[in-house]
């Protein structure tokens, strides 16, 4: 069981997702009441969401930010007036986002 942050404080809830089982840790009895540090044979449960967010941040962190070159050759082509749009791509794409996000 897990316990998840919705904004409106913590509820338990059952998770399919991996887990870990934490082992002794060295000094363990020596911990307070006030210590926030695992205590040793609790299970942490990560859901299959939480991992690839964790990943899709991952990838967002490697990407590179702004292509300066790219966007100064599509500014100065909208401003001329020949900047070309492909309609029939866009909407092949809208399409296919969509589906990628339903299915």
Known sequence: ??????????RPVETSGAHRT????AGAGHASAESTAPQAGETVNITRSALLLARLEEVVRAAPTVDAEKVGAIKAAVSAGTYAIDDQ??????IRLDRELLG
Do not use: H
Not at 22 to 25: A, L, N
Not at 89 to 94: P, Q
């Open 1 to 10: 069981m897990t316990a998840r942050i919705n904004g409106q404080g913590f």
């Open 22 to 25: 934490e082992g002794p840790k």
């Open 89 to 94: 791509s866009v909407a092949d794409n809208m």
